[in-house]
């Protein structure tokens, strides 16, 4: 049973991607606004939808590991496999704007987590606790982003002529809309069938649930950003792509943990300061790979797919 749902979960994660690409960047073309800010927005914070289900959820129940454990796992996949893979695919372009403010605010957001899980070496104190003042932090900066996507869609919109008869007509703006809609509920439920199937292999093949929870339960909730950016990539949309696994970094750590710390105070293990100084330094990577050319191509992806792998195999022996 748990091998036939993950099958059909894979096959609701294609399809949807498929629909979910295509609307959004319809959207994008109606709107006159560009599909890089598509993909910060509509398709980043859409593909996000299931970290932040599991993260919340986790944080009511008292399971902050699994909160905190999954969006920095999922930020590592997002910048190393996804961008690995999507890059070899179809290289990445990589806006001026995207490698001055949108990657640096990823890193921002990075380094804030890092400072607020420091509590015993910057207050003395017993334990390492991300606190409701730190999600509230964290959810004052997201309110920051948010803004500065506004402004640059006002701006992108103003300095565009919109031409009337280039409108398409309010039937053709509900199909799109609802193929957005139905493509991104596609990937949310297939990628919950996916985490679900996954997991009871997982198990019954004897790993522990804290091994489960670093690798597939991180893996799972990013597949959606994982086949929407390769979707993407295939049909030469690299900058939804690129813009789908920043926006959905800069959502993990500043909605996700804002509002699971605001919900409940998540005590940190000790091991999350190895894998939230590696996602600062993959970060930086991924920074220093996009002033290439304006571009993250081949090779890039390459090496950024060889460190997830590395990665992978650093976890599942040190736990």
Do not use: C
Not at 18 to 30: D, L, P, R, T
Not at 106 to 116: D, G, K, Y
Not at 143 to 165: H, I, P
Request: glycine share 8%.
């Amino acid at each position: 049973m748990s091998i036939i749902l993950l099958i059909i979960g894979l096959a609701l994660l294609i399809v949807g991607a498929n629909f979910f690409v295509e609307g959004a960047s319809k959207i994008a073309s109606y709107l006159h606004i560009s599909p890089l800010l598509i993909g910060l927005t509509i398709v980043a914070f859409g593909t996000s939808a299931p970290e932040a289900t599991v993260s919340i959820l986790a944080a009511m129940g008292g399971n902050a590991d699994v909160a905190i454990g999954n969006v920095v796992g999922s930020n590592i996949f997002n910048i190393t496999l996804v961008v690995g893979l999507t890059a070899i695919i179809y290289p990445l372009k990589v806006e001026n704007e995207t490698i001055r403010k949108e990657i640096p605010f990823t890193l921002l957001a990075s380094v804030a987590l890092m400072i607020f899980i420091s509590d015993k070496a910057l207050e003395s104190v017993s334990n390492n606790v991300v606190t409701r003042s730190d999600g509230l932090i964290l959810l004052l900066l997201f309110v920051v982003f948010l803004y500065y996507l506004f402004e640059v869609a006002r701006k992108g919109r103003s300095n565009t002529k919109e031409e009337k008869a280039s409108q398409p007509n309010a039937s053709i703006w509900g199909k799109q809309i609802l193929f957005t809609i139905l493509g991104l509920g596609a990937i949310i439920f297939g990628g919950d069938l996916v985490v679900d199937g996954a997991t009871d292999i997982a198990l019954s093949f004897g790993m522990s649930k804290t091994l489960v929870g670093l690798t597939i339960v991180a893996v799972g909730t990013s597949l959606p950003e994982l086949v929407t950016s390769i979707t993407a990539a295939i049909k030469k949309e690299s900058e939804i792509a690129l813009g789908n696994i920043v926006g959905s970094n800069i959502f993990n750590i500043m909605f996700v943990l804002g509002a699971a710390a605001t919900i409940s105070p998540l005590g940190v293990d000790p091991k999350m300061f190895i894998d939230i100084s590696l996602m600062i330094i993959l970060t930086i990577l991924l920074l220093v790979f996009s002033r290439t050319n304006f571009k993250i191509g081949k090779f890039e992806g390459i090496i950024l797919a060889a460190a997830y792998i590395g990665y992978l195999i650093y976890i599942i022996a040190r736990n």
